[in-house]
């Protein structure tokens, strides 16, 4: 099944524990890219990737790091979480720059 | 800066109903624009995408029609029924050499059966 699978999809942890968000897709796509969502903010983008080893910032990259050492995988790493990144975090990929977007499941991060 | 705007916020209708949602967006140089159904707790899932030089979609029950100039999107969903209740977003993608989205904060639809 073609899909894009996060893990976890639920986490707490405590301020400055460094953590990561996987992201996976089996689509063989190109482009990806990691979201947060926050109540009336709505979806604000924090990296993304055009290809292996190429990756750019979103709007909001500010406390995040992201690499893309294969095409399927498109880890979120946050070094030092603090509180104000409680989020419910997407990724997201699609096959060009052109194709809609296929998103993962969530993953609602907690920093206590 | 691109700014994505969907009015109204929350929108009831009862079932059958034929209802528009909007999307208006600041800068018209836009690659393209996708709109999304979100259920609750759950990921987005892809309703249209419409390519800056089209004009509209349709799949369904669903339309999607873009108006560059005047910077708005509408969806139109046609006999509403209560399995339609989500929150439907909008998203802009700036023109190409980025991969940047922006998205709108979204209409929480509610069909009453």
């Known amino acids: 099944e073609a899909q894009v699978t996060q893990n976890p999809r639920y986490l707490i942890t405590v301020t400055g524990k460094k953590l990561t968000v996987t992201c996976s897709q089996n689509m063989n796509h190109e482009y990806m890219s990691w979201y947060r969502q926050d109540p009336g903010l709505g979806l604000r983008q924090i990296y993304y990737s055009m290809n292996v080893e190429v990756t750019d910032k979103g709007d909001v990259p500010e406390g995040y790091k992201v690499s893309r050492k294969e095409k399927r995988n498109f880890p979120l790493i946050l070094e030092s979480p603090s509180p104000n990144q409680t989020s419910l975090y997407f990724c997201?990929?699609?096959?060009?720059?052109?194709?809609?977007?296929?998103f993962g499941p969530g993953t609602r991060l907690t920093v206590l | 800066k691109q700014e994505v705007t969907q009015i109204p916020a929350a929108l009831s209708v009862p079932e059958g109903e034929n209802l528009v949602l909007n999307c208006s967006f600041t800068d018209s140089a836009i690659y393209n624009l996708q709109w999304f159904r979100q259920d609750p707790g759950k990921g987005l899932t892809s309703l249209l995408l419409?390519?800056?030089?089209?004009r509209e979609q349709t799949s369904g029950r669903l339309n999607a029609s873009l108006d560059k100039s005047s910077g708005r999107s509408t969806l139109y969903i046609a006999a509403s029924q209560p399995g339609d209740s989500a929150t439907y977003l909008c998203a802009v993608k700036s023109p190409s050499g980025t991969y940047k989205y922006i998205f709108g904060t979204g209409t929480r639809l509610k069909v009453l059966a």
């Open positions: 419409i390519q800056s030089s089209q």
């Open positions: 997201a990929s699609s096959l060009t720059n052109l194709d809609t977007q296929y």
